[in-house]
């Protein structure tokens, strides 16, 4: 393999399933996969179409390409998470997150899997730990509550996820990188979470004079009813300052707090022999923090390419070292002309299109992604 990413699709016919594959597996060092599942519906209920992604999800290990690697995390969009997350099985180890964000194929669930392979790789608690070159990842996804509104629920995950990091003596300003929040009616309670994340981050000592996290928030169900709040989070133990870099983009996207919201647009963490390139969720904004092209889907989503291709320019990187893309659509009646859209200009890109408002009622379309670009830092240590 090169020190490139590469990209397969791959239709495992017998269940019906398809393999959107990305890969960054140079001839040394850790090797790294992003995959999309997506299931053929088939008319199906959701335990056969369940059945079928954890089939292909277990095929893909016993093949040659992924001999030796290991899932780290696994993201499922499902179209109804109250009562379908309890049929799913256990996921011991692995950092799972589930979230009511419907796939808009058709199917009732699709996955995002990330896999390594040379390193290794455990479980402390909820959090999976990942070690090489005396690093370690910690992954930590699915963390709720059910007491209070978005604003105290939001207050009570990030307090517990502070905690958490102590235990592995780090905090959420040196080690987080990357945050994802699910909001339950996204219109009408995102302020609370807005609101709880500066409070509590001013505490911790991320300020518009130090820096923030790259992140989304965006709108999803938690399983639980009672649950406004679902977040996710990516840390990292052993990194330097000098390592993350943040991403701007000043001719297109303005800094976040102008219009009174906490995160880094993007955030490019160096390592030895790659970046790791976290890119928030994006929308059709410009550089004054306007919505640009209210009402029209297609305007918006050529904008929004734009202002993430501006941001992976920032991080010497381009579209083609992306390796997965998360597409949040507002109004499912607008997937067929998007996904053509992006099936034209990133036909080899591992995407999932979901069903979730973006956090104003004007933006049709968001997008996140994650890429990873080849890089030579002598003074860093390798992944």
Not at 120 to 137: L, M, P, Q
Request: proline share 4%; hydrophobic share 40%; net charge negative.
């Amino acid at each position: 393999m090169t020190d490139n990413c590469t990209y397969n699709h791959l239709h495992l016919s017998d269940l019906g399933v398809t393999a959107q594959i990305a890969a960054f597996a140079p001839d040394n060092g850790v090797a790294e996969w992003h995959i999309m599942l997506h299931v053929d519906p088939r008319g199906e209920l959701f335990p056969m179409q369940m059945r079928r992604i954890y089939d292909a999800e277990d095929q893909l290990l016993q093949t040659p390409a992924f001999e030796g690697a290991k899932y780290v995390m696994k993201r499922y969009f499902l179209s109804d998470s109250t009562n379908q997350q309890p049929l799913m099985r256990e996921e011991p180890d692995v950092s799972l997150s589930i979230i009511q964000q419907q796939p808009l194929d058709g199917s009732k669930i699709a996955v995002w899997l990330y896999l390594q392979r040379g390193t290794a790789i455990r479980k402390e608690s909820e959090t999976v730990v990942v070690g090489h070159n005396g690093y370690e990842h910690l992954w930590r996804m699915g963390m709720t509550c059910t007491n209070g509104g978005s604003f105290s629920q939001t207050m009570q995950i990030l307090e517990g996820y502070e905690e958490e990091l102590r235990g592995f003596n780090a905090t959420i300003e040196a080690n987080c990188v990357r945050t994802w929040f699910f909001v339950r009616d996204v219109d009408t309670q995102y302020n609370g979470l807005v609101v709880a994340r500066r409070e509590n981050f001013i505490r911790e000592g991320l300020t518009d004079q130090t820096h923030y996290i790259a992140s989304t928030g965006i709108g999803g169900n938690p399983a639980e009813v009672k649950a406004l709040v679902q977040m996710g989070a990516y840390a990292i133990k052993g990194i330097q300052p000098a390592q993350l870099r943040y991403l701007y983009a000043p001719t297109h996207l303005n800094p976040t707090y102008e219009y009174g919201v906490t995160f880094e647009r993007g955030t490019s963490v160096e390592y030895g022999d790659r970046a790791h390139i976290f890119i928030s969720g994006t929308a059709s904004i410009n550089n004054k923090g306007e919505v640009v092209h209210v009402g029209d889907v297609v305007r918006q989503t050529r904008r929004m390419w734009e202002n993430v291709e501006k941001l992976l320019e920032e991080a010497e990187a381009s579209y083609d070292d992306v390796m997965q893309i998360i597409v949040y659509l507002r109004d499912t009646a607008d997937y067929t002309v998007i996904q053509q859209m992006f099936r034209e200009r990133f036909p080899a890109i591992p995407t999932v299109f979901t069903l979730a408002p973006v956090c104003r009622p004007t933006w049709l379309i968001e997008m996140e992604c994650i890429a990873i670009k080849q890089r030579k830092h002598p003074e860093f240590p390798d992944l």
